[in-house]
């Protein structure tokens, strides 16, 4: 059964920084486009960032970009999304994906992700 496993999550302040983990099942994670979203409670699912891991080629949303930082460490098969100056705003259950093949033009399209994870809540108190 293919795996993805989110981890990192909890109840924070305002202005705290969270870093949460995707450990894949090694044959989805090589050479695959890996995306974090969020769901906050009567909100769309939101593309946040991506990263094709074959050469760590990377991609955020502009609601995010200079706030969050997506990386890889291929030796753990994990991808991480680090958050930083966290908002109320920001509270959501965070997934990640992976989309086979590079990320596209279109990488923030739910609809082209194969495989995903149960999600970690996130909680941004002020």
């Known amino acids: 059964q293919v795996q993805l496993l989110e981890s990192g999550g909890g109840s924070v302040q305002t202005g705290d920084s969270l870093r949460l983990s995707c450990a894949a099942d090694?044959?989805?994670?090589?050479?695959?486009?890996v995306g974090w979203f969020r769901e906050a409670p009567g909100k769309e699912l939101e593309g946040l960032a991506a990263?094709?891991?074959?050469?760590?080629?990377?991609y955020y949303a502009d609601s995010v970009k200079g706030r969050f930082t997506i990386s890889q460490d291929n030796a753990k098969n994990t991808v991480y999304l680090q958050m930083n100056r966290l908002k109320p705003e920001d509270t959501a259950m965070y997934y990640c994906?992976?989309?086979?093949?590079?990320?596209?033009?279109?990488?923030?399209?739910?609809?082209?992700?194969?495989?995903w994870g149960q999600g970690t809540q996130v909680t941004v108190s002020s």
């Open positions: 994906a992976v989309d086979l093949g590079r990320c596209k033009a279109t990488w923030a399209r739910s609809k082209h992700y194969n495989y």
């Open positions: 990263v094709y891991t074959s050469d760590g080629s990377t």
């Open positions: 090694p044959y989805i994670y090589s050479k695959n486009c």
